[in-house]
């Protein structure tokens, strides 16, 4: 289990956020379903590197609002221009009281199809799945050596789960695949024609028709 330290955030009379942010700190808020929500503060780089490290998946928990808290990252806003992080929303979670939560995929392994030329598409690169927090795996892994053939697929019925971990996604949802490489079929452009010497020919023709021959009677 990650630690990290934080700080209850005074409201009324406290720094503002942006204050907060230029002085390497994070506005945060716990809540949850047995906890009153409190305003806290956090500093960035160490935040940053929690979430580096846990992600959304994996219990943090929380030091300096008395006895330690287990939580979940539960959201990150971040600023659109910095990437950095502006606002957290931390879970508490209740041991033995499940959470949903989405865990990421990582895969693994080789397959045979693409090894011989196929395309591999990745489709889903997080399930939903059910667990009690304190058993929340990190990530799941996707074994791509089972995809032999051109066509094969995993679906997240397929996935390997740990006990006590109950998959939420829908069973038939398409996790990875491989495709027949298709050629692209190069496209003759046929030339384009000279306007000009179209108008210029267009015009002569018209001007000889329009000639009427000279009679000498």
Same mark, same amino acid.
């Given at each position: ?65 008395? #006895? ?124 384009? #024609? ?24």
């Amino acid at each position: 289990m990650l630690m990290l330290k934080v700080e209850k955030r005074i409201i009324k009379g406290g720094a503002s956020a942006p204050a907060l942010r230029r002085a390497g700190l994070v506005p945060a808020i716990v809540y949850g379903a047995h906890h009153v929500a409190t305003p806290i503060i956090v500093e960035a780089h160490a935040f940053e590197k929690i979430l580096r490290d846990a992600g959304e998946a994996t219990i943090v928990s929380l030091e300096g609002l008395g #006895a330690p808290l287990p939580t979940l990252i539960h959201e990150v806003d971040f600023d659109p221009i910095t990437n950095q992080p502006r606002h957290v929303d931390f879970y508490a979670v209740t041991k033995g009281e499940k959470v949903e939560v989405a865990i990421p995929l990582v895969f693994v392994g080789e397959s045979p199809a693409v090894e011989a030329g196929a395309n591999l598409v990745k489709v889903l690169h997080e399930i939903e799945v059910e667990a009690d927090p304190m058993n929340l795996p990190h990530d799941i892994k996707v074994d791509l050596s089972v995809l032999a053939e051109i066509n094969d697929r995993i679906c997240a019925k397929d996935l390997a789960l740990s006990a006590g971990v109950t998959l939420i996604s829908e069973p038939g949802e398409i996790v990875a695949l491989v495709q027949e490489v298709v050629e692209e079929k190069e496209e003759v452009v046929a030339p384009e #024609a000279d306007i000009a010497s179209i108008e210029v020919e267009k015009k002569g023709k018209e001007e000889t028709e329009t000639e009427a021959p000279v009679s000498n009677t």
